[in-house]
């Protein structure tokens, strides 16, 4: 077992370029009361505190605002960070009523530093400037947050609170202080290390050639210490919301010892099954002397006739039958009104350790591990219920293992609220600024939703392909991609084909048409998919290889086609998807990796010309992710589909139909951002498009979701 540390406080308080005798105002140290909630029983509550007023104020205003946040903390059941959290903010609505107050409102800013001693941790909460230094015998550690010292309390509706977390031992010295710095130099602070609370005191006095208040807490292995007499602590008054002529100052002397609270019998999961295995010892063991009493007597009577007041058989067996399953439905019940909370209690302990420990770790990469503990201790006690307290600790790992991760949390929303229709399975989609077309491959239908600007409504009257026998002669179709007809006007068309080389356009307003398109000798192949840029249809068929480039497509009969690759071949065997774009094709493949290809003419200078592609391959992902080194592309996910987007930033997105996000990367394939979702979609999803100016979209199911990127 741990053993207990003792500590002595004492306090630095220098005024008018002289030290006092008496402790600053707001310098508090406590042990719990004898009704302090669950949880603090066996708490040390160490508060520094601080106001800058306009005007001079009476010191019993800092001195019972800080009385007010130990009160607050001991009566606050829960974790540790609970309870602090809630003193805080008691402090920070006293002094936004003093700013309130219409006689006389006084602004009031305050600095707070509260230290918590359990056991050998040491939990601490910064609001507004503050700095704890803990001095050890070889090293000296200073905690404080640049931003908490940027938000005092009483400036905002809800305090901002920075948590610091360590562990102490025997001849640590510890420093709680709300003036701002330069304090001491660190020469000065480690020599602290092995001097007793009051020298230490007057040597920091003597260093300290400005105004200055703290609190200094010496930690020492029990009987080390000189005990003064025992002071029973008295119960935790009613706070009561003092009028700025009632606070009253009651002060400790300038140097104290205070034991560290005696330990109160084991932990409160401990306490919780202890009293159920009390409970179901002492109930076993009278059922076992009962069942023998009754044994002598039931053995006999179960060979011979009843006798007069002899208990029947068939009573006695079930007497036996009944008593051990009620033994075991209160032991449940102890159990979930008992144990249950305690282990819930444990859990958010150990996630609220791990949050902390992850905050003073020199590194974001060393402190991943830290916040994945987090998680997992937070699933954990999720499993009882999920509180404000665990969902506050969850968005604060969650945060921050996505900055690492480079992770961006999207808000998908149904972008028609009731889907497009029951049974519905959208394969394909393609999105313009005026609206979205989806494919429904379980009905062989293509709807169109026009954009209102607040949301997106189906068109009744579109004219597409509405079953399998609605257009003659078009099959199912594999893409869709949309494609803007030459001319002033540029005419939105849809384009779908099926795996022949059938191509269907639509348009809204328009009668639908069908295409054939012009097979070469050796026939299309099976299309796997396609894409359409000015006046160019590119098309994927992987059994046989090939991209083929079709121009006037939408002209029956005028159309031409060439190979993309002049007359290179390559292996286009697991293609799964194309996009034009940036004056090349990329072409993604069903193990992850992505082709680049350009295609330019060249001009050989006698009339002649010929066509050069170039590709690059097996291209290498450039990771700037703390703790990731370069690897094969995608070598961790499953794309499903690629698109472009060619706004300030060209980039490639790519869904993982698997982890149901998207990965977007620069053209030299570096790593930019991971979008996930904030809430799962019901079912994985299986269609990602991308609208002007920032929108994205992913179909599942019966549903397109939409979302914003924030540029």
């Not at 140290?29 to 009476?58: H, K, N, Q, W, Y």
């Not at 019940?333 to 150990?350: M, S, T």
């Not at 690492?404 to 889907?419: H, I, K, M, Q």
């Not at 054939?516 to 299309?524: A, E, I, K, N, S």
Request: aromatic residues 8%; negative net charge.
């Amino acid at each position: 077992m741990t053993e207990k540390l003792e500590v002595e406080i004492a306090h630095i308080h220098i005024a008018a370029g002289a030290p006092r005798t008496t402790p600053p105002p707001g310098a508090l140290a406590e042990i719990a009361p004898r009704r302090a909630a669950r949880g603090r029983s066996e708490d040390v509550l160490f508060i520094s505190l601080s106001l800058t007023m306009p005007e001079p104020t009476s010191p019993g205003i800092t001195d019972h605002l800080a009385r007010l946040a130990a009160d607050v903390y001991f009566g606050t059941p829960g974790s540790v960070t609970a309870a602090l959290r809630e003193a805080a903010v008691e402090v920070n609505a006293h002094l936004q009523n003093l700013a309130r107050d219409p006689s006389k409102p006084r602004i009031a800013q305050g600095r707070m530093v509260a230290a918590v001693m359990r056991g050998r941790n040491v939990f601490v909460a910064q609001c507004g400037i503050g700095h704890v230094i803990l001095i050890r015998p070889d090293q000296v550690s200073t905690y404080t947050s640049e931003e908490a010292a940027g938000r005092p309390l009483g400036l905002t509706l809800s305090p901002f609170v920075r948590y610091h977390h360590f562990e102490i031992g025997p001849q640590d010295l510890l420093i709680l202080t709300t003036w701002p710095p330069p304090l001491w130099a660190e020469t000065t602070l480690s020599g602290l290390s092995g001097l007793d609370a009051a020298r230490a005191v007057d040597r920091l006095s003597a260093a300290s050639a400005e105004d200055r208040n703290a609190m200094l807490v010496r930690f020492s292995s029990p009987g080390e210490l000189v005990k003064p007499p025992v002071i029973e602590p008295v119960e935790s008054p009613v706070p009561v919301t003092p009028t700025p002529t009632t606070f009253q100052s009651s002060r400790p002397r300038q140097t104290q010892q205070v034991a560290a609270a005696p330990s109160k019998g084991p932990s409160v999961l401990t306490r919780g099954l202890k009293t159920v295995g009390n409970s179901v010892q002492s109930a076993w063991t009278n059922l076992i002397q009962w069942l023998a009493t009754m044994a002598a007597r039931m053995a006999p009577g179960l060979r011979e006739p009843p006798r007069p007041g002899a208990f029947p058989p068939a009573l006695l067996t079930a007497t036996a039958i009944a008593i051990p399953l009620i033994v075991v439905a209160i032991t449940s019940f102890i159990y979930l009104r008992q144990g249950r909370p305690a282990l819930a209690d444990e859990y958010v302990f150990k996630a609220l350790s791990a949050v902390a420990s992850a905050q003073i770790q020199p590194d974001a990469e060393t402190a991943r591990p830290f916040w994945e503990e987090a998680l997992d201790w937070l699933d954990r006690a999720e499993k009882y219920g999920v509180t404000q307290e665990t969902a506050a600790l969850r968005n604060t790992a969650q945060v921050a293992l996505d900055s690492l991760d480079y992770v961006t949390r999207l808000n998908f929303v149904p972008a028609v609220s009731e889907g497009f229709r029951s049974g519905a399975e959208i394969t394909a989609i393609a999105a313009s600024g005026s609206g979205l077309y989806v494919l429904d491959q379980n009905h062989l239908s293509i709807w169109y939703a026009w954009n209102t600007g607040r949301r997106y409504e189906i068109d009744p009257d579109f004219q597409c392909l509405q079953g399998p026998d609605s257009i003659a002669g078009m099959g199912t179709p594999v893409d869709l991609a949309i494609f803007e007809s030459p001319g002033p006007l540029g005419l939105e068309q849809l384009l779908a084909i099926d795996s022949d080389g059938t191509l269907l356009i639509c348009a809204p307003s328009q009668e639908p048409r069908i295409v054939q398109l012009t097979p070469p000798d050796t026939g299309l192949g099976h299309i796997q998919a396609m894409d359409a840029v000015n006046d160019s249809l590119y098309v994927l068929a992987p059994d046989k290889s090939m991209v083929w480039i079709f121009r006037s497509f939408d002209s029956p009969g005028n159309d031409t086609w060439e190979y993309f690759f002049a007359d290179n071949l390559r292996d286009l065997r697991g293609a799964i998807d194309i996009m034009a774009a940036y004056q090349g094709l990329l072409i993604l493949y069903d193990d992850g990796h992505v082709d680049i290809c350009n295609r330019s003419q060249i001009d050989l200078g006698s009339g002649g010309v010929t066509i050069q592609v170039e590709c690059e391959t097996d291209l290498m992902l450039e990771d700037p992710r703390p703790g990731q080194s370069t690897s094969d592309l995608l070598q961790a996910f499953t794309p499903a589909r690629i698109t472009y987007s060619s706004g300030m930033e060209p980039s490639l997105y790519l869904l993982d139909s698997h982890e149901s996000s998207v990965l977007r990367f620069g053209m030299n394939m570096n790593f930019l951002d991971h979008y996930r979702l904030q809430e799962p979609l019901p079912l994985p999803p299986t269609a990602l498009a991308l609208a002007p100016p920032f929108d994205i979209f992913l179909a599942a199911g019966n549903h397109v979701y939409r979302a914003e990127i924030t540029p």
